[in-house]
Structure formats: structure tokens, C-alpha cells
């Protein structure tokens, strides 16, 4: 890419100057490079016809490859022929655009297979840039109404026949394709045999050597791979050599769904079927599932709203209720009440609660406000769950499949991104963390509330710890998700409940410090 190029780049898109080269520039060249195979010379192309390209998530990127991958029965070398002829197609909605104009193409061009399919959007890169009922359709209903057929149905067969053949056709504009058929109808030519693909046309951008491509690799750090996804590998033993797994480990996984060193792993040949019975394949037989949901709500005391709060003191509590399924849900409870002993200085008395579900306490850090303690809620769940976890290090017979609600859209900002929270949480200090994140002032993030809870959450879903980290290990036994209060097993009211133990512990607290100050 020379200078020049990479000048109008920038003046396409200025916020290219603004991007990290670490945290963002770098691993997405390298997604281009190592995850779609995209020659160098043409990374250059997309970033200079298309830089808003590089504003995109690395998540984001790899669920439209991913999309179409399953789609067409595509290797991801192949999807990325496809984008660097038509880098644009990235731009495009997953849900929105690509996936319906894919499912519309194989019903009405009767495709019955994935991969013929996946042929015809290789032959035609920009077709997926279409308008779905503007273009792709209209252009059946162009050709059909022109054959000599009178029978609608047998038109539209035949329409969808010179389409397979010529699937050019799709990226000629509705004008031109409706010009050349009057011309083939004035001169008495077959519409059908005119249509037809030539050998004219433009010179292909460029072509991958003819080579064997492996079934490819999805990989993840949750169950489902609809949401999140950490690398595409071209083939499993790819895979197995970037992990320092064995390449038969990595096949194992994908056809029975369990996690492997903290991660899960799928294919297009073996779709993995999500089990979340055990940390490894090889103790599949001999390994229950616990399910867990921990639903987190903080709040202060006096509210934010109260003009009285100015000039006083104000204080802040939160609450966790713990729900359970798989195991003795008494005994957990006690175990997890336990850990949060271990954890927290100050329990709030709950009077007559009993159930032990809920975990009332204060909030323990200097300027308590409802964003601080929201996220605080949170991060002291990873806390019990790493002290109770630490118990299960030996339990080879159970594996933790942990959901962590939050009713706060503060704290979803942050954590709704799963693979940059495990990103966030490789880093030692919050220094090397705010580095990543690309700011200088941690006060805006809390910081000190934030970078423990990206440490946790790393742990707990088997990352590896820093080289400098001495007195932590990863967790195998565990998963961890964030999710919405609102889509867990709480109705609207019991949140609105939790939200009020929060603020009543903090109320707790309030009246138990303005009792010790001196009349």
C-alpha cells in the first residue's frame, strides 16, 4: 500500500489515525492475513477502497465470515476471495442482509446443497450487495416474463436456471438486463441461449492455488457460536498448533461439544452439540453439569435523585440472588454463602429471609454511586465464585456452567462484549488494561472496580494467567457468561426486588455510620 494510498484512506475515514495499533490495527490484519488468507498487495486494496472497514469489531467481522461459511459451505480462504473483490460485503447486516439474500438465493434457484450455493456467490463476489426484492428478485421476474413460456412456474425454472449458469447477472443493474433482453426480443434471438455466461468479461482480481483446504475451525470461549467468536483456523491441526493442543483433541471436542482448556471449539463438518458436561473431552462419561445464575443489583443511599443528597454522605449496598440447578441446591447455597464470608467484611442481616438465596452487603470502596455499585455487584459474584470454586479444584465430577446477571445498562457496556472483557482481563495491572483500551483516565471506567472483574472473569472461564501473576490459577472446571437480568428466570418484579435490597443495604449502612458519629 503506498503512501499515497494510504493518505486518501485516511482522508476517507479519519478515525483510522485514531485506532490503537495493538489493540486494533494489528489483530485485524492479521484476520485478514492468517484467518481469510488474503494476500498482502490486496489487504491494501480493501483498507483503501473501503477503510471503515478497520472500525469494525474483530467480533463482528468473524460472525459475517462465519455466516456465510455455513451458508455456502465455504472455507474461510474462499470468503475471503470473496471480500477482497467486494469489500463491502462486511458492511453488510448479518441478520439483516446477508443471511436472508443467501436463503432467498438457494430456495428460488432450487440449490439444494450448501455448496452449490457457496459456487455461485464465489462466481458472483457482489451479488450479496443487491437489495434482496429491488434487485435479486426483480431480476428473476425480468428474465421469466420475457421467455416465450406461458406457464409462470415453468418461466421462473427456467429464469432460475440461466441465473445458476450466468450468476453475473445478479450484479448487472435491472436497466441494462431489461435493455439487452428488448434487444435479443427485436433481433428474434432465444432469450434463454443469450443470457447465457460468455467468455468475455472482466479479468478476475485474483485466484488462490489450487490446493487441498481443511474443514475449518471455529473457536470460542462460550457454548454457542452465534454470538461470539475468538479465531477461525483454516483446519484443525491449524488449530491444534497455535493452542499446543493435539490435533485428535481438537476434533474430539467439535463433534461432542465440551469445552477444551477453557475454550470450545466447532467445525462445518462436525457442528459441536453443546453439552457443558465436563472440562475436557476425555472425562465426557463421568461428569455432571451444574447450571448456576447469580443476578446482581446495586444501589445507594440517598438516591441520586434526592436533592438532599448534596452535602451528605452517602453510602452504598448490594445484593446477589443465587439460583441453581444440577445439584443439592441447599448445600451450594450454604457452600456459596460461605465463600462470600470469605469475601465480604460486612453482611447485612436479611430479618426474615431464610431462603439463603440472597447475599446482602455493602459496599466497601470510596465514592459509592449507583454505576460503582452496580458494577461492584458483579465483580464480588466472580469473587464468591472464585472462593467457592477454589473448594471444586479436585471435583473432577461436576462442571459450573455460570450466568451472571446485571440489571444495569452501565455495567452491560462493559461486559456485553465477552471476548474484549477476556482480552481486558490478560492484563496484569489496570495500567497495561487502560493501555489496551486505548484511554489515559481510568476514573470514567471505575478502574479499580473493572480491571478485577476482567481479571476474574478470565480466570474463571480457564485463561491463562499473566507471567506475572504468582498467586492465581485459571479455573477448568467453569464457564462463565454475562447476561440481562431481564432475559434469566426472574420476572420483572423480583428484579425490581433485588434492585430494593441493594439500596436497603445501603440504607443499612447509612443509618449504621450516622449512628456512630458523635451529637
Known sequence: MSIKELKEAVLKQPSLIQYGIASSLRPKLDFFLSELGIPHEHIGRIIYTSPAIMGLSLNTLRLKVASIMKLCALHPYEVGMIVAVSPPTLFLSQKGKIEPALKYLALALSLDEPRDLGELVLKAPRLLRQGLETSLMKKIDLIAEALPSTNMEDSNRVAAGILRQNPALFDTSNAVITERIERCVDAGKDVAQYLLPSTKGRKKLFQYPTREMGDPIFMSSIATFDSSLLKIYPDAASSAKEMGLK??????????????????????????????????????????AVYVSMFCSGGIYPSDSVEATRGQSTTGGFAIQIISEGTEETRLLFEMSNAANKCFGIRVPLGRERSGDKLLTVFPLVNPSRNRCDLFSCASALRVLEAFLATKRKDVQLFYDIKVHTDSTYVWKFVRDQERLMSLGSCFTSLEMLSRMDVTDGSSFNVDILHPLARSFSRLNGQEEPPQSKNHRPFYNSRVNFCSSFDGKLQPREIKTLKELGKSAAMWQFNREKSFVPK
Open 247 to 288: 490435533r485428535a483433541d481438537i476434533v474430539k471436542a467439535c463433534t461432542n461439544g465440551l469445552p477444551l482448556d477453557g475454550h470450545y471449539f466447532s467445525s462445518l463438518m462436525y457442528p459441536c452439540e453443546v453439552k457443558s458436561k465436563s472440562l475436557s473431552a476425555s472425562t465426557a462419561d463421568t461428569t455432571k
